[in-house]
T-cell receptor, first 110, second 116 residues
Framework: QKEVEQDPGPLSVPEGAIVSLNCTYS??????FMWYRQYSRKGPELLMY????GNKEDGRFTAQVDKSSKYISLFIRDSQPSDSATYLC??????????FGTGTSLTVIP | GAVVSQHPSWVICKSGTSVKIECRSL??????MFWYRQFPKQSLMLMAT?????????EQGVEKDKFLINHASLTLSTLTVTSAHPEDSSFYIC????????????FGSGTRLTVV
């Protein structure tokens, strides 16, 4: 069983839609939960992270962690064409070594 | 913000040859750099952790004699794929720690290696 599971998509939505991206994981010892955005031919950049459970909001982005279900989500409100990218979830025990999902490819259609 | 430069962005080499990939932190000193590999439709997998001035720590299943890592300065780490074979064809990406918490892990843009 993989440490982190993520649906690779691709996911295609109209501009302005709410996007929901999800990951599940198997190891309950993970404490840090992160979402990265990766544009084509670029390295991943950290969007948001959450320590332990709970929600975190930053502008149009909301990250949720449900440790009881081993499930994390990233919501994007009022999606824009510039949000088109691959989104990777990542998890860590200590904040150093990261375990990544496969990434979900998102396209926002104008 | 912190910038990590990785070169080359893509490389094609013949089977049996060696390829060197460079990872440079441009505006900060990185005592620790990380090397990842990603096969198509799979996750980024950590290969090794590189500490300046000391030997790299390799993850289980990664051949240290095949993937040579050198971190000779605080701004440069190199990954050399020795005697490359087609199964080594993958996307290699480095990450450098700038010491600013989780937002301090900056990724390079990756290197697409194709071995023919």
């Amino acid at each position: 069983q993989k440490e982190v599971e993520q649906d690779p998509g691709p996911l295609s939505v109209p501009e302005g839609a709410i996007v929901s991206l999800n990951c599940t994981y198997s190891n309950s010892a993970f404490q840090y939960f992160m979402w990265y955005r990766q544009y084509s031919r670029k390295g991943p950049e950290l969007l948001m992270y959450t320590y332990s459970s709970g929600n975190k909001e930053d502008g149009r982005f909301t990250a949720q962690v449900d440790k009881s279900s081993k499930y994390i989500s990233l919501f994007i409100r009022d999606s824009q064409p510039s949000d088109s990218a691959t989104y990777l979830c990542a998890m860590s025990y200590t904040g150093n070594q990261f375990y990544f999902g496969t990434g979900t490819s998102l396209t926002v259609i104008p | 913000g912190a910038v990590v430069s990785q070169h080359p962005s893509w490389v094609i080499c013949k089977s049996g040859t060696s390829v060197k990939i460079e990872c440079r932190s441009l505006d900060f000193q990185a005592t620790t750099m990380f090397w990842y590999r990603q096969f198509p439709k799979q996750s980024l997998m950590l290969m090794a952790t590189s500490n300046e001035g000391s030997k790299a720590t390799y993850e289980q299943g990664v051949e240290k004699d095949k993937f040579l890592i050198n971190h000779a300065s605080l701004t440069l780490s190199t990954l050399t794929v020795t005697s490359a074979h087609p199964e080594d064809s993958s996307f290699y990406i480095c990450s450098a720690a700038s010491g600013q918490g989780l937002f301090g892990y900056t990724f390079g843009s990756g290197t697409r290696l194709t071995v023919v």
